[in-house]
């Protein structure tokens, strides 16, 4: 379901579909920048409806990638406003939260009933603010958002996906022994919060310079350099498992003192921790 997107966006996606040979398994509801907002507003639904049917009629899995929801919410201030409501934050309709809720939450499965709806709603945030209220309620109703980095692309990381802002509600149900790995919990949480210490580094290193942080701080800023290059950085056409995923984790916090490595118990620690792994990577990363 495309909403407000230009005509170029449109045969981009026609061109996308086509060229993979999916064309055949795909509906498309396109809404046009130029078509009535009205037709915006219903776009998702429609599409929704007919994902539905699929999904508990015909027995399929359907996947429905909605964008951009920013210009439906944005159709809906204007109709709101056309009709005298009185608007909410930015002008947005008071029931903005409760609309969109009326569409995210037509996603999942039935019980006894074969086939499933997924949904992946696309949005961009004006002047990059994630407090705006589109993907601010957006990130209450979902079970996770996944953030892209206008700085890790212009830097040449593929994927861009901003780390700390980006998050899953469901992924602690979905991991660890049995589902994952033993380690998997504890290798994302110091992950996590390691990086969280790199834009810390950062943003220091803006005020008083790279040559004046201490020791510590100069080995977050090579942790972070090679974590966006190595573990964010994916290519299209690289498949990488898990355990490779999970063992390059570890790899890139042994870039880190082991005193850095506080949210890891030392039994775990010393079983992953691994200086010359890191310093090999180092070197077949720059070689």
Same mark, same amino acid.
């Given at each position: 379901?495309?909403?407000?997107?230009?005509?170029?966006?449109?045969?981009?996606?026609?061109?996308?579909?086509?060229?993979?040979?999916?064309?055949?398994?795909?509906?498309?509801?396109?809404?046009?920048?130029?078509?009535?907002?009205?037709?915006?507003?219903?776009?998702?639904?429609?599409?929704?409806?007919?994902?539905?049917?699929?999904?508990?009629?015909?027995?399929?899995?359907?996947?429905?990638?909605?964008?951009?929801?920013?210009?439906?919410?944005?159709?809906?201030?204007?109709?709101?406003?056309?009709?005298?409501?009185?608007?909410?934050?930015? %002008?947005?309709?008071?029931?903005?939260? =409760?609309? +969109?809720? !009326? /569409?995210?939450?037509?996603?999942?499965?039935?019980? #006894?009933i074969e086939g499933s709806v997924t949904q992946l709603p696309i949005l961009t945030m004006p002047n990059d603010d994630i407090t705006h209220p589109v993907p601010d309620l957006t990130g209450y109703i979902t079970e996770g958002q996944i953030v892209?980095?206008?700085?890790?692309?212009? %830097?040449?990381?593929?994927?861009?996906? =901003?780390? +700390?802002? !980006? /998050?899953?509600?469901?992924?602690?149900?979905?991991? #660890?022994?049995?589902?994952?790995?033993?380690?998997?919990?504890?290798?994302?949480?110091?992950?996590?919060?390691?990086?969280?210490?790199?834009?810390?580094?950062?943003?220091?290193?803006?005020?008083?310079?790279?040559?004046?942080?201490?020791?510590?701080?100069?080995?977050?800023?090579?942790?972070?350099?090679?974590?966006?290059?190595?573990?964010?950085?994916?290519?299209?056409?690289?498949?990488?498992?898990?355990?490779?995923?999970?063992?390059?984790?570890?790899?890139?916090?042994?870039?880190?003192?082991?005193?850095?490595?506080?949210?890891?118990?030392?039994?775990?620690?010393?079983?992953?921790?691994d200086p010359e792994a890191a310093q090999a990577l180092i070197e077949k990363t720059e070689a």
């Amino acid at each position: 379901a495309a909403m407000g997107i230009q005509n170029d966006v449109a045969d981009f996606f026609r061109r996308s579909f086509a060229e993979s040979g999916v064309l055949q398994n795909v509906v498309m509801f396109l809404n046009l920048a130029n078509d009535p907002i009205v037709e915006r507003i219903i776009t998702p639904r429609c599409a929704l409806t007919a994902a539905e049917y699929l999904a508990y009629e015909k027995h399929m899995h359907i996947l429905v990638v909605m964008t951009d929801m920013t210009a439906y919410a944005e159709a809906l201030r204007e109709f709101s406003s056309s009709k005298g409501e009185i608007p909410g934050r930015k %002008g947005f309709p008071g029931y903005l939260y =409760s609309d +969109l809720a !009326s /569409l995210y939450e037509r996603a999942g499965i039935i019980e #006894g009933i074969e086939g499933s709806v997924t949904q992946l709603p696309i949005l961009t945030m004006p002047n990059d603010d994630i407090t705006h209220p589109v993907p601010d309620l957006t990130g209450y109703i979902t079970e996770g958002q996944i953030v892209l980095d206008r700085g890790l692309e212009q %830097g040449g990381v593929y994927p861009p996906i =901003s780390v +700390l802002p !980006s /998050l899953s509600r469901l992924m602690k149900d979905g991991i #660890g022994e049995g589902y994952t790995r033993a380690d998997h919990s504890a290798c994302a949480n110091q992950l996590f919060a390691s990086y969280a210490q790199v834009q810390d580094a950062r943003s220091l290193a803006s005020v008083i310079g790279e040559e004046e942080l201490s020791a510590l701080d100069k080995q977050y800023l090579t942790f972070g350099r090679y974590f966006e290059k190595c573990f964010l950085t994916q290519r299209f056409d690289e498949n990488r498992s898990m355990e490779d995923t999970l063992d390059l984790g570890w790899t890139l916090l042994s870039l880190l003192p082991k005193s850095a490595l506080d949210r890891v118990d030392d039994q775990m620690l010393n079983a992953h921790y691994d200086p010359e792994a890191a310093q090999a990577l180092i070197e077949k990363t720059e070689a």
